[in-house]
């Protein structure tokens, strides 16, 4: 201290505390503002930078205000130099904790846009949220004086050990970028494995992929051994999808009214159920003379995998219903028993019934 403190000194001091903290209080209630704005546009960077400056600029307002309070007494040079080291860090570590944030919530819009479907993909979230805090934790080691060449070859060193003791984890964080990158598998997809597991795919993190069933359970599968399996995408290349029913008539139904019958139903189905997609043109293919019946397919268009259970269920409803007045008929499989007994076959009854001597 170069001299004594004198009541000015404080008065002044305690005045950039002040104007700090109310630079503060004006500042959040000017974020405040512009969130409100920005949740009105379409843009979600805005939203994410503006929801990172909150944590940044209440930090910075007030070190700024400490800053002009200290620089008003007459503090020894150490002591000066050990406030505006302890000060700069402060903000520092806000500013990095800001990037981190800002950076990983433009990675998250930017996964959920490409998705399609609400989720997130956050194995590319937390990966540039660490990175981001790395650097900074690196930065401000620099800016105390501490040398971080001897850290970075520790680290480096240590890095085979603990690459040798989390192998399992890393063959699934590698596993789940490939995956990502790959664009095999995007949040939103609907997957089936060879193994059964089949679902919506939640979200794809460090370590292992969500799936969402039908039944609204969760299967966690790990990274690894989902990119060594077989398995259909049912949204790759497209979300729409055909769906295949399967028909039968009997032998003496007018084929040509069979088929304008269904497709009457089929042009019914596609423009009133809901998840059907009117625009994909239907088909109707006969193609087995079987034992009792001749066979043949319904070619329908649904614009997602889970649509296909409601789209099928209206579909064979109002099928059968239309069929029994229009008189067509769909016949169940018969068979003929012939019955022998010492070589002399045994004639039926006259109620079809078989009596045995």
């Known amino acids: 201290m170069n001299r004594d403190l004198t009541a000015h000194d404080w008065i002044l001091a305690g005045v950039w505390l002040i104007a700090g903290l109310v630079a503060t209080v004006l500042l959040r209630f000017l974020l405040r503002w512009l969130g409100k704005h920005a949740t009105r546009t379409r843009w979600t960077g805005d939203d994410v930078l503006v929801d990172a400056l909150r944590a940044l600029v209440p930090v910075a307002a007030i070190t700024g205000g400490v800053a002009a309070a200290a620089a008003t007494l007459p503090l020894t040079g150490k002591v000066n130099h050990t406030v505006n080291q302890i000060l700069t860090v402060l903000v520092m570590l806000a500013a990095t904790i800001t990037v981190a944030r800002v950076l990983a919530g433009l990675v998250r819009a930017v996964t959920q846009s490409r998705s399609g479907v609400a989720g997130s993909a956050s194995i590319f979230v937390n990966i540039t949220r660490v990175v981001v805090l790395a650097i900074g934790c690196l930065v401000v080691l620099q800016t105390l004086g501490i040398s971080i060449a001897p850290l970075l070859t520790a680290l480096g060193v240590g890095g085979l050990a603990v690459a040798l003791a989390l192998q399992d984890t890393l063959a699934n964080l590698f596993a789940g970028i490939h995956i990502l990158a790959s664009k095999t598998i995007q949040p939103g997809d609907y997957i089936r494995l060879t193994s059964g597991e ?46 295949m029913v399967q028909v039968g008539v009997g032998y003496d139904s007018d084929l040509e009214h069979v088929e304008r019958v269904t497709s009457e139903v089929v042009t ?28 043949f397919t319904v070619i329908l268009g649904v614009g997602e995998f889970s649509d296909q259970y409601r789209i099928k269920h209206e579909f064979i409803k109002r099928l059968h219903k239309r069929y029994r007045l229009e008189g067509i008929r769909i016949p169940s499989p018969a068979r003929t028993v012939a019955l022998q007994q010492n070589g002399v076959a045994i004639p039926p009854q006259r109620d079809g019934s078989l009596s045995l001597p």
């Open 198 to 243: 089949e679902g919506y795919v939640v979200d794809i993190n460090w370590r292992n992929t969500v799936v969402r069933n039908l039944s609204n359970n969760l299967v966690i599968i790990p990274n690894a051994q989902l990119s060594s399996t077989n398995m259909t995408n049912y949204s790759r290349p497209e979300q729409e999808m055909t769906l």
């Open 268 to 295: 019914e189905v596609m423009t009133e159920i809901e998840g059907a997609t009117p625009e994909h043109e239907p088909a109707i293919r006969f193609h087995t003379f079987g034992d009792s019946r001749i066979s």
